[in-house]
Nanobody
């Protein structure tokens, strides 16, 4: 079973940047889609970004497009989320997740393994 550990969250001011990282426990992660989701208090977990095994297929939620960049380094069993121009509405717990299916999925139910999450708080 893949274990995922996120890091890089924190408290920043609006307009700042943060880089989240997610480390997987085993190399088989390199075969799979990786996704980032977030969940704000009282809201459902929502899709942020996803990247396929090769890094050649990427998708973003409209709310983060042109501000966030997802990337992966299969040799290091890692995926990252570079977040620029942060807004207060980006405040949430951010989770990385692994999808063993073969096509893109934007619903949380489509992902099989999850990290514990890292808090991102953006002050105005």
């Amino acid at each position: 079973q893949v274990q995922l550990v996120e890091s890089g969250g924190g408290l920043v001011q609006a307009g700042s940047s943060l880089r989240l990282s997610c480390a997987a426990s085993e190399s088989t992660f390199s075969r799979y889609w990786m996704g980032w989701f977030r969940q704000a208090p009282g809201k459902d977990r929502e899709f942020v970004a996803a990247i396929n095994w090769s890094g050649k297929i990427i998708d973003y939620a409209d709310t983060v497009k042109d501000r966030f960049t997802i990337s992966r380094e299969n040799a290091k069993n890692a995926v990252s989320l570079q977040m620029n121009s942060l807004k207060p509405e980006d405040t949430a717990v951010y989770y990385c997740a692994v999808r063993t299916g073969t096509v893109l999925a934007k619903g949380a139910y489509g992902y099989d393994f999850w990290g514990q999450g890292t808090q991102v708080t953006v002050s105005s």
